[in-house]
């Protein structure tokens, strides 16, 4: 269980050294009465606001950067949201839309520009970003490269609770790309479907470095994983237990989305965007260690414990689990497909055909045929990543 330090990594620079020493003095320091839950840990990992890699924008998007997200492979992706969006204005009398958290701001730079071509510009664009310094990245960016009219647009939830969101939101369409996974999960190993053979893998101080620590489940754990234990694959077993990871905040998340987004005279359309499938899928008897990543400058690995701070840990999405508690928290779920069967769906293939045809350029039309490629094809993106769509309810139904 325990992984050995990948000294194949790049070694961070002295001022990331010091950054990644201070975290793990901190966490130290939380360890004295005893070790950490996993969900704890990635936490402050990730979102201390100081010294953590979304918190203190470390996280660096793109090619230059540690790993690269759909709207920055093309700009398909947002085309292709684009078209969404057009699609629920002509249903519900929308006219707002908000983004979950929007890196490097390719998405929103995106949808916008295809927004002005296409003539169906919202009203307001909306991002909730918690991190201050990605924030301010976000707005040193669009404001460089849009349009005055466009950059008009865009406002920003500063709040880490969003709950100015209230004055503002007046339904429309919510987007959030690669979010779920990189919320905190716990880790735990079991024999699949049997509860009482569940124990918890928490973080402690083992040798000298972070390390794995079995403890005693906790209640929590035990009664979320009682809730789905019937819909883990229980055929060929391993014949030792199995490491795994759930996200035991997806309930009180789900529900917080809803009562930000939920409006009485209108409808709020989500679309959730990640790496994933459903439960036999995450959950596969060969996964003996889980669906744990972590990304340090485009290097894919699966040591939590190295670089503190510095670097990205994600987890795999069960959208099986994800649309059933969406239900529980009052969402409709409208459907989950993989993303490319979401983004075949769309006028983005008669987009894409339109483009290659105008291409002159060689060079041009590889990088428009890469692009789309990347974001479509199994052996990329298209089948690991899903999208879930929900919905509040209409105002006729409540």
């Known amino acids: 269980m325990m992984p050995e330090p990948d000294f194949s990594l790049p070694v961070p620079s002295p001022e990331d050294q010091i950054k990644s020493m201070t975290l793990i003095d901190h966490l130290r320091g939380r ?13 402050e990992v990730l979102y201390h606001p100081d010294l953590g890699y979304y918190g203190s924008a470390q996280v660096q998007f793109g090619a230059g950067g540690d790993f690269v997200t759909a709207p920055e492979r093309s700009p398909f992706f947002a085309a292709g949201l684009v078209y969404e969006w057009q699609q629920i204005q002509c249903d519900y009398p929308v006219r707002q839309v908000c983004e979950l958290g929007a890196g490097s701001g390719q998405l929103a730079l995106d949808f916008l520009r295809a927004c002005e071509t296409r003539g169906c510009l919202p009203d307001q664009y909306l991002i909730w970003e918690i991190s201050p310094g990605l924030r301010k990245r976000q707005q040193s960016r669009l404001k460089d490269e849009l349009k005055p009219e466009l950059w008009a647009r865009l406002a920003w939830v500063e709040d880490r609770e969003a709950k100015d969101l209230a004055d503002i939101w007046a339904g429309g369409m919510v987007i959030a790309n690669e979010v779920v996974d990189a919320m905190p999960a716990y880790r735990f190993r079991w024999r699949p ?10 973080v402690g101080w083992v040798g000298g470095r972070f390390g794995w620590v079995v403890d005693t489940a906790s209640p929590g754990l035990r009664a979320a994983l009682a809730d789905c234990a019937g819909l883990w ?17 997806l309930p009180r998340w789900l529900a917080s989305i809803r009562t930000l987004f939920d409006r009485p005279k209108a409808v709020s359309i989500l679309y959730l965007f990640d790496y994933g499938g459903s439960t036999a899928e995450v ?32 987890t795999w999405v069960d959208f099986e689990r994800l649309a059933r508690l969406a239900r529980e928290a009052g969402f409709v779920v409208d459907g989950e497909r993989s993303q490319a069967a979401w983004l ?16 002159t ?5 590889a990088r428009i045929a890469q692009g789309f490629k990347e974001l479509v094809m199994p052996t990329e993106m298209g089948e690991r990543f899903r999208v879930l769509r929900l919905r509040t309810p209409a105002p006729s139904s409540r």
């Open 31 to 43: 360890m004295v009465d005893g070790p950490l839950s996993f969900s704890d840990y990635m936490a």
């Open 193 to 202: 479907g049997q509860i009482d053979t569940i124990e918890e893998l928490k």
């Open 344 to 359: 075949l769906g769309t006028d983005v293939p008669d987009m894409f055909s339109r483009r290659m045809q105008a291409a």
């Open 283 to 314: 959950y596969r008897p060969d996964r003996v260690d889980g669906t744990l990543r972590c990304h340090y400058r485009h290097r894919a690995h699966d040591d939590p414990f190295v670089y503190p701070g510095l670097q990205d840990i994600t």
């Open 233 to 249: 694959p229980l055929d060929d077993l391993a014949p030792e237990p199995v490491a795994a990871e759930i996200n035991l905040d």
């Open 361 to 365: 350029d060689r060079s041009v039309s």
